[in-house]
Structure formats: C-alpha cells, structure tokens
C-alpha cells in the first residue's frame, strides 16, 4: 500500500522518536510510506476550545493533504478520533468538504487498526525483554474503540510481559485543554493513575498517544522510583507502544538481557 504518516503536532514537535517507528514498522512490511510536508494541525485543541471558524482552515488543509492516499495512519488515537469523528459534524454546513471528508475518514487510521485490521499482522517479530502495562487512553477507548487490538500486539512480541493495569479505563486526567483548566483534578486523577502503574511493578507504561504519555510519564518521573521503594529503583518509563513494535525503545545496558 502506499500510505501516509498524519505525524500529528505533539510527535512532531516533542516525540518525532514515534513517528520514525511507524514507518520503520511498515516498511518492514513491505509499504510504501510517504511524509506530505504540507500537513499540519488536525485542529483538535481550536475545535475542542470552541473554536470552530478557526478549526476549519486546518480541516481543509488535512483533506487536501492526504486525500490521495489509499491509507492514512497516525500514532495518536486523539487525532484520528478528530478525523473520523468531529469533521464530518465540522464539515456539515459545507456539501463539497463533507462529501471529501467522507472520503478520506475512514481510510484514516491509527496504527493498531491499520496493522490488524487491514494489513492482517499481530506478530511483527518485535523482542523486549521487559515487563510493560498498557493504559488505553480515552480517545482510542471510548471513540475509536480500539478494544484489544494494540494489545494483541503487545502479546505477540517476544519476552514481553504484559500485565494487567488495574482501573485502565480510567482517564489519566490529561484530556489536552482540561490538565491545563482544571489542574487540580487533573493532578488528583494522574495521582490515581501513577499509582495503579507502579502497582503493576511494570518497568514501561505502553500508550497509544504520546499526550497522555507524557502527563503519566511526567508524574512518574516526579516520584523518583518505583511506588514503596524510596527512590531506590529505576522509575516507571512511559513509552508509545509503536516504538516497542518497532524495536527502538532505548534502555539501559543493565536492562539489557532479560531483566524485567
């Protein structure tokens, strides 16, 4: 197939780590993969903020962008949620963009839908020697209905551990805008959060979106190691998923080699 990389902003800027495994993944199976330069913002923050005048530049945009494309993948379930789910209300009033985001929706996945559902592959030959958990953030849960798909194929890479977070399906308290509006729930809620990871005795917390990633890492890393331990052991590490799968998740020569 020849698909497209829809990046989104916070890879770009922040995790651009993320990206890269996404397109090694897929070229190992055999796509082609292509990076549009003219992509920008989804515009989920103008749209979620009730800015939806300014929210439609970046609709169009996305649309002319990636319109040619059989398929379209990004490694954020919050900005494939706002393709498939808020443009065809923002695109409404608008017959011609309605009818092209019809078009293009659902050919716009994230990765996990794309690997399993239209590629057909859970085992991508992947190896890490750790014991990971898995938070399903809100988005790819409650919209996407991502269901167990990333961890069919978290399950499939060698000396993997998986282990059950308990309280997954609650929201780690990022929700974009609202950690920023409502800091002290927000805080309280990734306080719950943290604790449920470290519960684990995981060493990686596994996402599908690197923005609820990086609110659970940045908790995580305040604590200064595992939960109970006093700052003596090594602390939880937030990491997408994709990088797992891909095989270029950095760790520690001493984590090399079966320690989980």
Excluded: W
Excluded at 101 to 130: C, I, K, M, N
């Amino acid at each position: 197939m020849r698909i497209a990389l829809f990046v989104t902003c916070v890879n770009d800027l922040v995790f651009p780590g993320t990206g890269r495994a996404v397109v090694e993944i897929l070229e190992r199976l055999g796509h082609t993969v292509e990076f549009p330069a003219e992509q920008s913002c989804c515009g989920q923050m103008h749209a979620n903020s009730g800015y939806r005048a300014e929210a439609m530049p970046l609709v169009r945009r996305f649309v002319d962008t990636f319109a040619e494309y059989e398929a379209v993948v990004a490694p954020s379930g919050s900005c494939v949620a706002m393709v498939r789910e808020s443009y065809p209300r923002l695109a409404a009033d608008d017959p011609v963009l309605a009818e092209r985001v019809a078009e293009l929706a659902p050919r716009t996945y994230e990765l996990s839908e794309l690997l399993v559902d239209v590629l057909g592959v859970t085992d991508l030959g992947a190896s890490f020697p750790h014991r990971v958990t898995y938070h399903p953030t809100c988005h790819g849960l409650r919209m996407l209905r991502l269901g167990d798909r990333p961890l069919r194929l978290l399950r499939a890479v060698r000396d993997l551990e998986l282990v059950e977070l308990p309280g997954a399906e609650e929201c780690c308290g990022f929700g974009g805008t609202f950690a920023v509006k409502n800091a002290g729930v927000s805080g309280a809620m990734l306080a719950d959060k943290c604790d449920a990871v470290c519960s684990t005795g995981a060493r990686f917390v596994a996402a599908a979106d690197n923005s609820c990633l990086a609110h659970i890492g940045g908790g995580l890393s305040r604590r200064g190691g595992r939960a109970g331990t006093g700052g003596d052991q090594p602390g939880v590490r937030a990491v997408h998923y994709a990088e797992i799968l891909a095989g270029t998740v950095r760790t520690p020569a001493s984590t090399v080699g079966g320690s989980k």
